[in-house]
């Protein structure tokens, strides 16, 4: 009983040694198990009662007594109810017992078994972020071996990683040889795999809504016939697909098993078209003028793929090597499209996209109008003051050859929800001679980043820079100009002490051109990086200003501070990064988006060699050498 005395002195219980003197047979008392095993306690008793308001109010310690001990004697308990038959526990102390032994060994509750789902959203959100972030040297297949693992630990684990397992499919590089020589297949042998997981677990396909597929092609939208129909019985066996990336193949107007199987995904919300050339039309464009080059089945069955598309928000359509798509299929494509927020026209006939074309445009938010020569200043103008521009945040405009800086500076104040800003051409748009301009001749309200880049000097960006010294732009935060040439657009932001980034003094092939042709202008920005730092370098052998300390009338010393490149106080910041990181243009082009030559080389690669000190070994980290893939996001387009 020796062991007994602390406890019992502690929680103020009744003496186990009561319930001692009318044992059954064959039982032995252990006072361990009385001490640390709950027991029930005897319901009724003759001496003494306590109802159920009584035991509510009765001290914490009496209470916690009563859920601890149980009486297994015929001696009447201190604790009982009123009005109930005394009735003897101890028959039934063995079974008593071995349900407490089995509760008490049992195994404990999983942690994660009823956390919400937001929990294991962020973890996993977490786990994404080390994989994908830009220092890391991980790659989408030790993400996905990754994700597989944690799916293994427990069935709450299953459940929220098979969303994210299944939800964004990126499928990068070749395939491994291994499995190429276990399946004998010499392609797609992860495609095929996947086609058979989804076709045989229909709830999985489900959760697929982003799909990126191998794209090893070094020419552009150039596929093979089977592997073309591979990828399409992959997306029919999505349902909820909303977007195929980095694989994007020509449309030549004639019949293809994955153009048709996009058509039929109703969830859609991104596609591109890369339109091609195609032999009818190229005769009929010899003997007859636009419009009519295409004939009504060609027509009909474009028309036709954006029937089930009333979701999709965003579209790109190219025209490569003269493709044709003319302005009556155009302005049908924008009524059969009710959700088109983005849209990206490039690189299309004078006769195909036009100033009337441009007035056909929906209600959008982001817009982007590429190498189209039909577009004139006058069709820009009038969109200026229609009322479905109201709505456009974003606005796109490379190598249309605006001539007048009047268009753009009524684009900017008509377009009251403008908040970023592009411009790239050649030449200078300009003023009327002889027109008087009050400052600031450009301004914007809601603007926040502009993209100012014109190859050839002009009296533009000197225009530019006094609108911005004179508060045409109160939101302004950021300005990316390659083509600064004097350095007027940064000297209206915050000084900077270097621009320059380590990587480029490992550039040999900017720096023999510039050493080649120093006058050229070249459109790269290493070579505005190299510029904005030489104008930095050259503004700190001056001196700005002087700090005279003096003491008594005496002067101790003078602090000569150098001179530095902007205006201290602004809140502008003047930037050369690109969209892409790691390209050399500034805006991202449609030859970055379907550019295969990245995944076939090993420049920047993973085998999962970073995770080699795991104490598996080899054969867990190691998988075939993969380029790390950067998804080029579609929006990044505007």
Known sequence: MATMEPYRKKRGSLNPADATNNRMAGQVWDPALMAFRPQRFSLASSKSSMTWDELESAPATQRSSISSYASLGSEPS????????????????SSFTGQARSR????????????????????????????????????ATCYARDLYSLALTSRGWDRAVRIQLYDKIHIVGHDSPIHVKKYKMKTGVRL???????????????????????NLQSDIGVFSNEMIDLVASVVM????????????TIYNHEYDRLTYALSTRRQLKEHVWIIGDNEAISQRSRKQLPPGLMDIDQVHSFLHFHQSWKSLST?????HNQGVLEHEVFVEIFHRLPSLQHLCISNFDVDDFNDSTLEALPSLRSLRLQDLHGVTDRGLSRYASAPVAKDVTKLCLINLTIDSLM???KLLANLRKLTRFTLVQDISPEVLPGSILFQPVIASPQLEFIHWDISVPGSATENLAGSIQAGGFPNLRTIRA???????????CRPRAQIVLPKDKFSNVHKDIRASD???FVRTLYAARQAAQERIEEARKSIQFKVVVEENGCVRQIYDFSGFKGTIGSKICYILKPDIPGSDNAVVDFVDLVDGTKETGVKDACSGLWNASHPVGKKWWYHTERHRYQVIDLKGFF
Do not use: M
């Not at 076709?199 to 799909?211: C, G, P, S």
């Not at 066996?237 to 994007?248: D, E, V, W």
């Open 482 to 492: 390659p083509s600064d040439h004097q350095g007027v657009l940064q000297d209206t």
């Open 78 to 93: 201190n604790y009982s109810f009123a009005h109930t038959t005394a009735t003897s526990l101890g028959s039934r102390r």
């Open 407 to 409: 268009v753009i500076s």
């Open 315 to 319: 579209l790109l359509l190219h025209s």
């Open 237 to 248: 066996a999505c349902p909820n697909l909303q977007s195929l990336i980095g694989f994007y």
């Open 104 to 139: 008490s060994r049992g195994p404990r509750p999983p942690t994660f078994t009823n956390l919400p789902p937001e929990i294991y959203e962020c973890i996993i959100q977490q786990l994404r972020y080390s994989h994908f972030e830009p220092s890391s040297q991980s790659c």
């Open 192 to 214: 095929k795999l996947l086609r058979r997981t989804l076709r045989e677990r229909r709830k999985l396909a489900q959760y697929v809504h982003e799909l990126k597929v191998p």
């Open 518 to 520: 120093p006058e050229r």
